[in-house]
């Protein structure tokens, strides 16, 4: 009979594997774009909604999830979000034209929305807290890694096969995973189940697609400012009345009392300004090495695999490092090393050797992972078990919010870069693009101010789970 441990670590390599899935349909299409042009009859461009409507259907449904999971069980809805993001990829594969593309994506979308935060809810209820590094940093790794082998991963199909086998091969990984989740994976629910708050739900699913949409715009070269500006606005005030209302309601969607646990309120707050800016590198680097070095889209992705190798050398290490220095220590000490080697992508340039540039890209890696991880698993070192489904929503809407805008900022940064360089409308240069990555250094530094405020013993529960009585007695 398998140990508790075994268990728990056989359930997080089940839910990584599907959270990896459910993260590399989210950037894999990027490459196949031109191919899938030709077949649809449309601009390549033209296809960037099948993106947009994938990532906002994740941002919009996440905050149903554990309210769902409450009520049905976590099993039976993690069987049916692996069922429905399958089923999907076969219509978007089966695809014949932009129209069905789109509305295949948004189911998609909406399978993937509630696989990620019942996957990790599932995670958290099965792993005792001693644990739960090991558990967490098995889960994260996707969101790292995905973004990273999506556009290769997705150029040598495109390119050796054809664009449909990029969905076509979720289908086997789906099978396995339903069938592992159902013998697998306990169907826990709680017994006492609030109403679904669906003011809540609308005013904050409106927010999310309103303001991201009005980010993507303000991205773009061709958009103009007045609906750009229009969007940002509507967005902002639903946001408002989104927080006025989960403030007054007994039974908010997102309960913002968890932002009164001090290492909860770090992860989403300074944590999703880190997000933003880990999330930046895999749009701006491939377009820096493409358009400002002179590279092919293979040679691109190959350098790309410097920051994959880091992010994966990183995890062996993240649970020692943690517990020798504790959160505090490393979140600050990482966070500055993170914002020191983004600066690192604004000096190299063409003629740069390929070993140097593979080497830049390793130590981003690791020090991104570390960060990545670290906020991840604080983020619930806290949380009593009776809001962990509160928790695991609020999280992963957040976390996905800030991980989706980081494509929308890095294209804001770097129109920026062009009116600063006097190049508001050509081609960006190396130039433009150094710029771009020094603002994204000052924004993963500024992410760090917060680590500050944290207690020298935050998250010993998970970090030092023996010497936390003590320190809880001492404390007394």
């Given amino acids: 009979m398998a140990s508790p441990f075994q268990k728990s670590t056989s359930i997080s390599i089940l839910v990584a594997t599907a959270f990896f899935m459910e993260n590399l349909d989210g950037t894999v299409i990027a490459t196949a774009l031109p191919q899938m042009g030709k077949t649809f009859h449309v601009s390549p461009v033209d296809l960037n909604i099948g993106m947009t409507a994938y990532m906002l259907m994740l941002a919009?449904?996440?905050?149903?999830s554990g309210w769902v999971a409450d009520r049905i069980g976590a099993r039976s809805v993690f069987v049916s979000a692996i069922a429905i993001f399958t089923m999907s990829s076969v219509l978007c594969g089966l695809s014949n034209g932009l129209m069905a593309f789109t509305a295949a994506r948004i189911i998609q979308g909406?399978?993937?929305?509630m696989m990620v935060p019942v996957g990790r809810l599932v995670v958290l209820r099965t792993t005792e807290k001693h644990n739960l590094m090991e558990a967490i940093a098995y889960i994260t790794w996707p969101a790292l890694v995905a973004p990273v082998v999506g556009p290769p991963v997705g150029g040598y199909i495109t390119t050796y096969f054809s664009w449909h086998w990029i969905f076509?091969?979720?289908v086997p990984l789906g099978i396995v995973g339903l069938v592992l989740s159902i013998l697998w994976i306990p169907?826990?629910?709680?017994?006492?189940?609030?109403?679904?708050?669906?003011?809540g739900f609308v005013l904050s699913s409106t927010a999310c697609v309103t303001f991201m949409y009005g980010m993507e715009l303000v991205g773009r070269e061709s958009a103009t400012w007045g609906p750009a500006t229009a969007f940002l606005i509507v967005g902002c005030v639903l946001g408002v009345l989104a927080v006025l209302h989960f403030r007054r309601t007994a039974t908010p969607l997102l309960s913002l009392a968890l932002l009164k646990i001090k290492t909860f309120a770090i992860t989403v707050e300074g944590g999703s300004i880190f997000r933003i800016a880990i999330s930046v590198s895999p749009f701006l680097l491939p377009l820096m090495f493409q358009v400002g070095f002179g590279l092919n889209a293979f040679q691109s992705g190959m350098l790309m695999l410097g920051l994959f190798a880091g992010n994966l050398s990183m995890k062996p290490a993240t649970t020692w490092v943690l517990r020798r220095f504790g959160f505090r220590s490393v979140l600050i000490t990482n966070g500055v090393l993170t914002a020191g080697w983004m600066l690192g992508c604004a000096l190299l340039f063409s003629h740069t050797p390929r070993t140097?540039?593979?080497a830049v890209l390793f130590v981003n890696g690791l020090c991104r992972s570390m960060q990545f991880t670290c906020l991840s698993t604080l983020a619930f070192a806290d949380i009593p078990k009776p809001d962990l489904s509160s928790a695991t929503s609020f999280f992963s809407?957040?976390?996905q919010m800030s991980m989706g805008m980081g494509v929308a900022v890095g294209a804001i940064l770097l129109r920026v870069a062009g009116l600063l360089d006097g190049n508001?409308?050509?081609n960006p240069t190396t130039k433009e693009f150094h710029i771009a990555f020094v603002m994204v250094a000052a924004l993963t530094l500024l992410a760090t101010i917060d680590c500050f405020t944290l207690d020298r013993n935050a998250g010993a529960a998970i970090s030092q789970p023996r010497l936390a009585p003590e320190e809880t007695s001492a404390s007394t």
């Fill in 356 to 358: 140097v540039i593979l």
């Fill in 424 to 426: 508001a409308h050509g």
């Fill in 397 to 399: 809407m957040i976390t």
């Fill in 110 to 113: 909406i399978g993937g929305a």
């Fill in 60 to 64: 919009v449904f996440i905050p149903i």
């Fill in 187 to 199: 169907n826990l629910r709680e017994d006492k189940v609030t109403p679904f708050d669906w003011i």
């Fill in 168 to 170: 076509y091969l979720n």
